[in-house]
């Protein structure tokens, strides 16, 4: 059983609190079989998706099941949802031809790579996932959406705990540098921080527009416990912030115009920093007097600046820098280690794409700002669903300062970002056919 939400939102004009029925309510038996199908399969690949396993739990020559699973999830929620009619209009401006020629000349850059398969498969799942994204955008709510990715979480979460607890030779990364950290199911901590980050963030959103305390006191407890344990601080305070980032939003239409542009603000504070080692070639920062790395990170950024000035203008190609062999081994050499991982979604999208690339995403987040502006003054969309569009966008903005997620073809974390695209660009929500 649910309670009343804990905050109405208040300041807002009611006709921007426009309640739209439950999908299923108005869906014909085929279409509500074709939703099913929909909701099931978005859960599935939440889990199968989020991140790397443990190779414990899946053997490192199995790990690529994980990708083609999602692919394949991708391509049934895509079959499927050409079976129920689409819930919204799509209405096509400026920032949808903007994000399209970003994602498609993301997709393009494969044709300048060595065009090894690696390569071709990242180009080609990443096209399959965009248009998922559509369909799955178009067929059901945002808040629908929200709730099914919950659900998959959730099975993460739990099951992470419960490793950490009953196996905690997998659950819990006894290596040198992370000597106790959990990591859950996952391969990595830092996995498991980003996904208890998110977790904690849409279980609050969830409670804060549809209420349900049990569910998420179960939620936002399970979330809480992985983002701690891994010792992600950075990434539960990441996710506070954006929870404070919808409640403060959905309380003023003011606030909420001035942290649409926040995600702007985070794009060009990620600008600065790139800029100033590549300018100064050093693979640190210096603040008074203290060398900065953020553990390391700011050596794998200055390897990539360090090559920018070969492809500047359209980058390396999706894929196309840590293929590179003779790249990779002079980061082995340099360094001992190498994690074929930019650690800056911001890096990652100048190297792959170059100028280019990075000017189309540049535009892509100012004109969101923009889009959530307008809506706002036009009371196009619902506020439930402006504040998550823009808390989701500040948190991984946020995140992606130190980690990729940013055109990662087959995370559900990274589609997530194109599946929120078309809500605002589809008006008249109270509308339907």
């Not at 498969?121 to 998922?132: C, E, F, N, Q, V």
């Not at 001992?336 to 792959?352: M, R």
């Not at 009371?379 to 439930?384: A, E, K």
Request: a positive charge.
């Amino acid at each position: 059983m649910t309670t009343a939400a804990p905050s109405q939102f208040r300041g807002w004009k009611k006709a921007g609190a426009i309640q739209s029925p439950h999908l299923m309510e108005l869906a014909s038996p085929a279409d509500a079989a074709a939703l099913r199908i929909i909701r099931w399969a978005t859960v599935a690949n939440v889990v199968a998706s989020t991140s790397a396993f443990h190779e414990s739990l899946l053997p490192p020559g199995l790990s690529p099941l994980q990708q083609y699973a999602s692919i394949a999830l991708w391509l049934l929620i895509t079959v499927a949802a050409m079976f129920v009619r689409p819930r919204l209009a799509w209405r096509p401006s400026t920032d949808t031809f903007a994000v399209l020629a970003f994602y498609g000349f993301a997709v393009l850059s494969v044709l300048w790579t060595d065009l090894s398969l690696p390569s071709l498969m990242k180009a080609a799942a990443l096209l399959i996932t965009s248009i998922g994204a559509y369909f799955l955008a178009s067929r059901l709510a945002l808040e629908d959406i929200i709730a099914e990715m919950n659900k998959g979480l959730l099975v993460l979460t739990v099951a992470s705990v419960l490793i950490v607890i009953f196996v905690p030779s997998i659950g819990v990364d006894e290596s040198w540098s992370h000597e106790g950290n959990w990591q859950g199911v996952f391969a990595s901590k830092q996995a498991l921080g980003i996904t208890g980050a998110i977790f904690m963030f849409f279980s609050a959103y969830l409670w804060l527009v549809r209420g349900g305390r049990l569910q998420f006191a179960v939620s936002f407890g399970a979330a809480a416990a992985c983002a701690i344990g891994s010792e992600s601080r950075g990434g539960g305070a990441l996710a506070l912030v954006a929870c404070a980032c919808v409640y403060a939003a959905g309380r003023s239409p003011h606030i909420a115009r001035t942290l649409a542009f926040v995600p702007m603000a985070i794009a060009i504070f990620a600008t600065g920093l790139i800029s100033y080692l590549y300018a100064t070639g050093a693979d640190a920062f210096e603040v008074f007097g203290a060398r900065i790395d953020l553990t390391e990170r700011t050596f794998i950024w200055q390897h990539a600046l360090a090559h920018f000035d070969e492809r500047p203008i359209f980058g390396f190609g999706i894929n196309g820098f840590w293929t590179n062999k003779e790249i990779y081994l002079e980061y082995l050499r340099a360094h001992g280690w190498v994690l074929d991982n930019f650690h800056s979604g911001y890096v990652a999208i100048l190297t792959e794409t170059g100028l280019v690339g990075y000017a189309l995403f540049m535009l892509c987040t100012l004109l969101f700002g923009l889009r959530m502006s307008t809506s706002i003054d036009n009371r196009t969309m619902r506020r439930s669903r402006i504040v998550a569009l823009i808390g989701f966008m500040v948190l991984i903005y946020m995140i992606d300062l130190t980690e990729t997620i940013f055109l990662r073809s087959t995370s559900f974390t990274a589609t997530l970002i194109l599946v929120f695209f078309p809500q605002r660009l589809i008006a008249a929500e109270g509308k339907r056919q």
